[in-house]
């Protein structure tokens, strides 16, 4: 993952939605690492730019960041780490573990699944037939995302994938990264827009006693 001056992305450093552009003189240091590696001039490449938001810098080399070390993902939602602390511990490792190494990540993301699962009351032999079940219960647009987790990692091919979830086996291309995105919409819809309006709830509530009238139901 990578973020590219004029892209709208994260920030790593304050994790706020904005645009990047080039770090002043940072040509510079371009120049300076071409000449050292002579003959191989083009196999290296170190790429600077700057965060408008906060005004951090952040680097890539070989457009892996290197600056800083960490995860350009969203943090996990405090709504999920006040529920279930293992859900929570296998999502931000995955993250951090993601441009390195995508076996890692993909078995800890299917682990994290697995585990909310169950905090769902979707416990069956394996993963697969969890899948099956959840996708019943799910909105389409989630029960299609869940759905392609299996169809992006090769689950046929890899059985051990759905039968111990967290082992670290062959990962497909893409396989961490949409595990990881399914995860975060998962997450929303479980954990976060639940807590969200019960707080609206109960706001609107205050509202309809003041003027006595009835709660919601
Ligand atoms: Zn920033």
Redesign the pocket.
């Known amino acids: 993952m990578t973020i590219e001056v004029g892209q709208t992305d994260i920030?790593p450093?304050?994790k706020?939605a904005?645009r990047f552009e080039y770090v002043k003189d940072s040509s510079g240091f371009t120049v300076n690492l071409n000449s050292l590696i002579g003959k191989n001039e083009g196999r290296y490449s170190l790429e600077l730019c700057r965060?408008t938001?906060?005004?951090?810098i952040i680097i890539h080399f070989n457009e892996r960041m290197i600056y800083p070390l960490g995860s350009t993902r969203p943090p996990c939602p405090k709504e999920v780490e006040i529920v279930n602390e293992n859900i929570s511990d296998d999502y931000k490792e995955a993250c951090l573990v993601e441009q390195y190494s995508k076996k890692a990540a993909a078995a800890l993301a299917r682990r994290c699944l697995q585990n909310m699962l169950h905090d769902q009351g979707i416990k069956k032999n394996d993963l697969n037939k969890e899948i099956d079940e959840v996708m019943t219960k799910l909105p389409s647009h989630l029960s299609a995302a869940i759905d392609a987790i299996r169809t992006i990692g090769n689950f046929a091919a890899h059985p051990i994938k759905y039968q111990n979830t967290g082992e670290i086996v062959e990962v497909e291309k893409g396989e961490a990264e949409w595990s990881l995105d399914v995860l975060e919409q998962l997450f929303d819809f479980y954990y976060v827009a639940p807590e969200k309006l019960k707080v609206k709830r109960g706001e609107l509530n205050k509202k309809l006693q003041a003027t006595g009238k009835p709660n919601l139901k």
Do not use: S, V
């Open positions: 920030c450093h304050c706020t904005n965060c938001n906060c005004g951090d």
